[in-house]
T-cell receptor
Framework: QKEVEQNSGPLSVPEGAIASLNCTYS??????FFWYRQYSGKSPELIMS????GDKEDGRFTAQLNKASQYVSLLIRDSQPSDSATYLCAVKTSGTYKYIFGTGTRLKVLA | DADVTQTPRNRITKTGKRIMLECSQT?????MYWYRQDPGLGLRLIYYSFDVKDINKGEISDGYSVSRQAQAKFSLSLESAIPNQTALYFCATSDQTGQARDYNEQFFGPGTRLTVL
């Protein structure tokens, strides 16, 4: 089992819709969770970090964390064609050096 | 100006050549990392450094070496480049001292596209 799993996609949503991206992780002691957006050929850009169970909102983005289910998600409201990218989930355990990345979900927002 | 910079941005080299990729940061972060990214394989850690005197191997360090010349500079060398080292290379930084506002978050440089012929 991979340490961080994401559906590779592509996930296609129409413009204006809500895109829901999911990530599961295997290490129960993981404490820090991150979502990155990566355009093709570009570097990962940090969108959200979340540390506590529940929801965290930032503009059109909402991160949701459920540690009991070992599940973190990213919701993108009012999706725009410019949101089309690969979204990487990353987890980190406190006191360690390692950020463990999923292989990403490719999102396509259709105009 | 970008907080994390990498040079060169693109490099084409031949098998057997030694090359160096450089990374500089102005974020004041203590930790620096080198990753490579290949299609379908995601990001893989090559080396990481907690400070100038603390350098550690990651999961795929064979064929690579690094140097932390200063808190702000971390270089990656390919001693004798081979074609399967063709990839996107990213430098990243994070603060683990608790002093930075973006504590624990990891930030990436723009990347170097390396092609080994």
């Amino acid at each position: 089992q991979k340490e961080v799993e994401q559906n590779s996609g592509p996930l296609s949503v129409p413009e204006g819709a809500i895109a829901s991206l999911n990530c599961t992780y295997s290490d129960r002691v993981s404490q820090s969770f991150f979502w990155y957006r990566q355009y093709s050929g570009k570097s990962p850009e940090l969108i959200m970090s979340i540390y506590s169970n529940g929801d965290k909102e930032d503009g059109r983005f909402t991160a949701q964390l459920n540690k009991a289910s070992q599940y973190v998600s990213l919701l993108i409201r009012d999706s725009q064609p410019s949101d089309s990218a690969t979204y990487l989930c990353a987890v980190k355990t406190s006191g360690t050096y390692k950020y463990i990345f999923g292989t990403g979900t490719r999102l396509k927002v259709l105009a | 100006d970008a907080d994390v910079t990498q040079t060169p941005r693109n490099r084409i080299t031949k098998t057997g050549k030694r090359i160096m990729l450089e990374c500089s940061q102005t974020k004041g972060h203590d930790r620096m990392y080198w990753y490579r990214q290949d299609p379908g394989l995601g990001l893989r850690l090559i080396y990481y450094s907690f400070d100038v005197k603390d350098i550690n191997k990651g999961e795929i360090s064979d064929g690579y070496s690094v140097s932390r010349q200063a808190q702000a500079k971390f270089s990656l060398s390919l001693e004798s480049a081979i074609p399967n080292q063709t990839a996107l290379y990213f430098c990243a930084t994070s603060d683990q001292t608790g002093q930075a506002r973006d504590y624990n978050e990891q930030f990436f440089g723009p990347g170097t596209r390396l092609t080994v012929l």
